[in-house]
């Protein structure tokens, strides 16, 4: 059975926490394989995290000195 919107875009969330189940990277690609808006929400998701990565690290401040 296909996940929902609300599911996938929880199990996104999760992902960054914790390693999915077999089952779950399953249903979740194939919801995304069909949802463009999940999709957004995972790329959204990912630059997200990469800004707080940054920013944890000490930012651009940091790379300038």
């Given at each position: ?5 609300r599911e ?31 999709r957004n ?22 790379a300038e000195?």
């Amino acid at each position: 059975m296909m996940k929902t919107c609300r599911e996938a875009t929880r199990l996104m969330s999760e992902s960054q926490e914790r390693d999915l189940h077999i089952s779950e990277q399953a249903s979740l690609k194939l919801h995304l394989a069909m949802c463009a808006p999940c999709r957004n929400f995972g790329k959204q998701l990912k630059t997200l995290r990469h800004i707080t990565k940054s920013y944890a690290e000490g930012g651009p401040e940091k790379a300038e000195k």
